[in-house]
């Protein structure tokens, strides 16, 4: 069953569905933050430093898998952390609506999405590079250190940045 979700996650029908999600995603969260916060938020934000720490993370992953003789596609790679990214972004609007209008702390839905996706972006990249837990899990870490990094450093050095969120 997963071959199919495999093949699925490297086919362009794939990308035809997510692409537009994650867009539809994202227009929702700057509706979020300028209905709650009343800051008018930074398209350019929205639209570059999350692709910069998507692709990153692709390449990344795609490097080190290359390094540890695994088998790797650069687009299932893609695939994943796009998908991941796109769940990261329901959970933080999801969280941010709470935030708003039920409860001032709901850190603790934090506290489940952080496992959640951890263990689902090892898994992925396990079945996906036909590797180990170690090594799936040790390239997840790498690529959320560099690709978070990254994604700072071109917002600092481009200056993109979010006013609220």
């Given at each position: 069953?997963f071959?199919n979700?495999e093949?699925f996650?490297?086919?362009?029908?794939?990308?035809?569905?997510?692409?537009?999600?994650?867009?539809?995603i994202?227009?929702?969260?700057m509706?979020k933050?300028l209905?709650?916060?009343?800051?008018?938020?930074?398209i350019l934000?929205?639209?570059?430093?999350?692709?910069?720490?998507?692709?990153?993370?692709?390449?990344?992953?795609?490097?080190?898998?290359?390094?540890?003789?695994?088998e790797?596609?650069?687009?299932?790679?893609?695939?994943?952390?796009?998908?991941?990214?796109?769940l990261?972004?329901?959970?933080e609007n999801l969280?941010k609506?709470?935030?708003y209008t039920?409860?001032?702390?709901?850190g603790?839905?934090w506290f489940?999405y952080?496992?959640?996706?951890?263990?689902?972006?090892?898994?992925?990249?396990?079945?996906v590079?036909?590797?180990?837990?170690i090594i799936?899990?040790v390239?997840?870490?790498?690529?959320m250190?560099?690709?978070t990094?990254?994604?700072?450093?071109?917002?600092?050095?481009?200056?993109?940045?979010t006013?609220?969120?």
């Amino acid at each position: 069953m997963f071959d199919n979700f495999e093949k699925f996650l490297k086919s362009k029908l794939y990308f035809v569905i997510i692409g537009p999600a994650y867009v539809i995603i994202l227009l929702f969260t700057m509706w979020k933050d300028l209905h709650f916060t009343h800051n008018t938020p930074n398209i350019l934000f929205y639209f570059t430093v999350p692709i910069v720490s998507i692709i990153v993370s692709s390449i990344i992953s795609y490097i080190l898998f290359k390094f540890f003789k695994k088998e790797s596609s650069f687009s299932g790679l893609l695939g994943i952390f796009l998908l991941i990214e796109l769940l990261g972004q329901i959970w933080e609007n999801l969280a941010k609506i709470i935030y708003y209008t039920v409860w001032q702390y709901p850190g603790i839905l934090w506290f489940i999405y952080f496992p959640f996706s951890f263990v689902l972006t090892s898994y992925l990249l396990k079945k996906v590079s036909k590797s180990n837990w170690i090594i799936s899990t040790v390239v997840m870490i790498l690529c959320m250190v560099i690709s978070t990094t990254a994604a700072m450093y071109f917002s600092t050095v481009t200056g993109i940045e979010t006013p609220g969120s």
